[in-house]
């Protein structure tokens, strides 16, 4: 796929400039009659102000201050065709540690401000009668399921507080042309092929995730080195056996060139046929999941206390962004009470993350890597696999008793690896909710609960939230977290914890 970014501009701005101009131009003249300059509609502007904070259960967990955040919008159509929207998202407190002022940007990982501002979506919206058309700051939602969603790979997510913030609200916007055809269809064909769709996303460059720092909340203990390494007397260090400590710092990387031939494509075909939506999709761009490289550099010196040559092993945690692609399928339908959705796709080399203990193991095992530190090199090591993998899920929801209730399954099947992950080569997830109202609608309970079968982990989400006037909610819940802490949430077991806020619309 990487020859549609090449037709799109091979790194020359004038020719793909040029082509968005004309794809726009095209869409307005085939999705309808052109732009009529008629009164606008007035601008409407909204929001919502929403704080909270957490008690923490286990007194050496990292601690996290009261998060304030204030979401706000406007938005104005133009003619009944055309919509603009602006959206900005304010934060004060929350997991951040030693954070200064600051505007998030859209090109690096780590980054540490509290207050901060940061743009949502922001974008100009065209709606014909065959086209669609969206320019500017987006956010996608693709796939079918509620916990995971295999083919959900276009939006990059933001990981201070993973199991607490909104799904929507932990996705960054990014800068990307949406378009969406809908072809017209024979009448013969349309009594089984129900609106047909074809939709093309390009984002002309990579936005990366963002992640907590070192010391903050929810940076993840996998990711954190052990304080001493001992290396044993050898031809490499003939000074040893040696007690070496561990410096670790997290760094930025320089994200992917920003040039034209190195963002991201979407394809996705949608249809209704026989009652079922369904949709078939490709991918071809960054990961929008974390991964890292880890460069060392080794400093011996002094006489250690076993009598050999102590030393500092200089570590850094710095983000790698992996190019890879993806083909999927979802499809969802209802059956008598109950609705039954699915996603699957199939993964070409996408990267997956190891335990940093992993990664220094490593290295001490290979003759190259402890030659090039004794003579001072620095090595860089990936804390990472990339594989090809199958993932797919299927749930099913429905209403009993006045509750509605989900149940999904969710399985990654990692193909030919022979390395320690923190996923297993097949990890299975079983996920549920269930939610339910009480006192006309103003008390509303949920539940929500995860396995991990091969992972050994299990958390425990319960959220109660009672209306107190139109607009105004409070919220109080629980959040516990148990497992392996060898595994992406078993390692979070020490930041179960209960959590309360407020939340205004407006």
Known sequence: MRAVFQALGTGHRRPAAAIVVVCLVGVIRLGGAPLALAEADSVRIGGRLDSYGIVAFDRGSPSQDPLARLDLS????????????????????????????????????????????????SYLDYRGAQFDV??????????????????????????????????????????????TYYPSVPGAVERWLEEPSFTLVWQPISVPWRYPLLGERWYPPTGTATPFVDIPASDDFPT???????????????????????????????????????????????????????????????????????????????????????????????????????????????????DLSDVAARVLESPEKRQALARGEQIVEPA?????SLAWGLGVDTIVEGAHAILEVYELIILNND????????????????????????????????????????????????????????????????????SLIGQYKRNSELFGGVRYHF
């Open 74 to 121: 406007a938005s104005q159509r133009l003619t009944p065709s055309l919509t603009w929207r602006l959206s900005l998202t304010g934060r004060w407190g929350g997991p951040p540690k030693g954070a200064g002022v600051g505007a998030f940007a859209l090109d690096r990982s780590f980054q540490n401000f509290s207050p901060s501002l940061e743009f949502g979506e």
């Open 134 to 179: 969206r320019v500017g700051l987006q956010k996608f939602f693709w796939g079918q399921l509620d916990s995971i969603q295999p083919n959900d790979l276009l939006s990059p997510r933001e990981y201070e507080d993973p199991f607490l913030t909104d799904a929507a609200d932990a996705k960054i916007a990014v800068p990307a042309l949406a378009a």
């Open 240 to 354: 040893c056996p040696c007690r070496i400590a561990i410096e670790q710092e997290t760094v930025n990387s320089s994200a992917p060139a920003r040039t034209f031939d190195n963002g991201n494509v979407a394809l996705r075909l949608g249809a209704t046929v026989a009652e079922v939506d369904w949709s078939v999709m490709f991918f071809d761009g960054y990961d929008t999941s974390p991964a890292f490289d880890v460069p060392i550099r080794l400093s011996l010196g002094g006489p250690g206390a076993s009598g050999g040559i102590d030393g500092v092993a200089d570590t850094q945690v710095r983000p790698a962004y992996r190019r890879f692609q993806a083909v999927g399928t979802d499809f969802a339908l209802a059956v008598d009470r109950f609705t039954v959705r699915g996603e699957a796709n199939w993964r070409f080399r996408r990267p997956y993350p190891m």
């Open 384 to 388: 990472f696999a990339q594989r090809d």
């Open 419 to 486: 390395q320690p992950l923190l996923v297993q080569n097949v990890d299975t997830r079983l996920s549920s909710s269930v939610t339910r109202s009480f006192l006309r609608e103003r008390l509303e309970a949920e539940v929500i609960g995860v396995w991990g079968i091969e992972s050994g982990y299990e958390l425990v989400r319960a959220t109660v939230g009672y209306d107190v006037f139109e607009g105004l909610e409070l919220r109080l819940g629980l959040l516990g977290v148990w497992g392996r802490e060898r």
